[in-house]
């Protein structure tokens, strides 16, 4: 969507707070012995405190009201009894929602207690690669040229990124025009951002698989080439010069 007028502002503000705070909360209470299932349960209260209401079951029936990915999972992750959280996991926790007819979108990896398993690194990288890329978006910026940075920094870190996962515009439904912000550059895409528009962007940031493929439960993604992936999404309100993160409390690049 573009935002035109105040109340479209505070409007986006208000859904952004509830997932940002909600992907917050999420990641703190998270912890080793604990299900997915638990987790998104968690997750779906806060959600119906603001009066929020999970983007993903509105919009596709998932079976679930966050996306929980845990280790080899990329996304789209079911939460699951079964599936029992263990020290050392790398998770990516997605909240997305609606609220009084605006949507938005925000998302994060992290690991389980302690990094014993080395992950925080692959972390590290696409938090910086997302905030360097949010930095450089502003009216008029060619959405390839943020995919082309994107591809560039994961590169300066030995990774590679997931080419058919990609940030999108937002606002009046989960996925609106422009349908696709890649990480990588698209000869194929002449847009360019355009000020006042809101965009969730995101990194698919990766150890060794540049397509994500979907299991046999319809939803889970992993890597073509197996290996881990991290992801990290920002929603904002395109402008001039600095961009608005209408999500920024999540505290993800705390």
Same mark, same amino acid.
């Given at each position: %969507?573009?935002?035109?007028?105040?109340?479209?502002?505070?409007? %986006?503000?208000?859904?952004?707070?509830?997932?940002? /705070? =909600?992907? %917050?909360?999420?990641?703190?209470?998270?912890?080793?012995?604990?299900?997915?299932?638990?987790?998104?349960?968690?997750?779906?209260?806060? @959600?119906?405190?603001?009066?929020?209401?999970?983007?993903?079951?509105?919009?596709?029936?998932?079976?679930?009201?966050?996306?929980?990915?845990?280790?080899?999972?990329?996304?789209?992750?079911?939460?699951?009894?079964? &599936?029992?959280?263990?020290?050392?996991?790398?998770?990516?926790?997605?909240?997305?929602?609606?609220?009084?007819? /605006?949507?938005?979108?925000?998302?994060?990896? #992290?690991?389980?207690?302690?990094?014993?398993?080395?992950?925080?690194?692959?972390?590290?990288?696409?938090?910086?690669? @997302?905030?360097?890329?949010? #930095?450089?978006?502003?009216?008029?910026?060619?959405?390839?040229?943020?995919?082309?940075?994107? !591809? =560039?920094?994961?590169?300066?870190?030995?990774?590679?990124?997931?080419?058919?996962?990609?940030?999108?515009?937002?606002?009046?439904?989960?996925?609106?025009?422009?349908?696709?912000?890649?990480?990588? &550059?698209? &000869?194929?895409?002449?847009?360019?951002?355009?000020?006042?528009? *809101?965009?969730?962007?995101? =990194? /698919?940031?990766?150890?060794?698989?540049? #397509?994500?493929? =979907?299991?046999?439960?319809?939803?889970? %993604?992993?890597?073509?080439?197996?290996?881990?992936?991290?992801?990290?999404?920002?929603?904002? *309100?395109?402008?001039?010069?600095?961009?608005?993160?209408?999500? !920024?409390?999540?505290?993800?690049?705390?």
């Amino acid at each position: %969507m573009s935002i035109s007028k105040e109340e479209e502002l505070i409007g %986006m503000q208000k859904a952004s707070e509830a997932v940002a /705070f =909600t992907l %917050m909360e999420m990641r703190n209470y998270a912890q080793a012995g604990m299900s997915t299932k638990q987790l998104d349960n968690y997750g779906a209260a806060i @959600l119906s405190d603001f009066g929020a209401k999970s983007a993903p079951f509105l919009t596709y029936q998932f079976p679930g009201c966050t996306c929980i990915s845990v280790n080899n999972e990329f996304c789209h992750g079911i939460p699951s009894d079964k &599936r029992i959280l263990k020290e050392g996991d790398l998770v990516n926790i997605d909240v997305s929602a609606e609220l009084n007819g /605006f949507w938005s979108d925000n998302g994060g990896s #992290f690991v389980i207690g302690e990094d014993i398993n080395q992950h925080q690194k692959l972390i590290n990288a696409s938090k910086q690669i @997302l905030h360097k890329a949010i #930095f450089n978006i502003k009216g008029g910026v060619r959405i390839s040229d943020i995919g082309h940075l994107m !591809e =560039t920094e994961a590169k300066k870190y030995g990774y590679k990124v997931i080419k058919n996962l990609t940030g999108h515009g937002i606002g009046r439904s989960l996925h609106e025009e422009p349908g696709e912000i890649a990480n990588y &550059r698209d &000869r194929f895409n002449p847009a360019r951002f355009k000020k006042n528009s *809101v965009v969730a962007i995101e =990194t /698919f940031i990766s150890t060794s698989s540049t #397509f994500a493929e =979907t299991l046999n439960d319809g939803w889970t %993604m992993v890597g073509n080439k197996g290996g881990f992936m991290a992801q990290h999404e920002h929603t904002i *309100v395109v402008t001039d010069g600095k961009p608005l993160i209408l999500t !920024e409390m999540n505290g993800i690049w705390n």
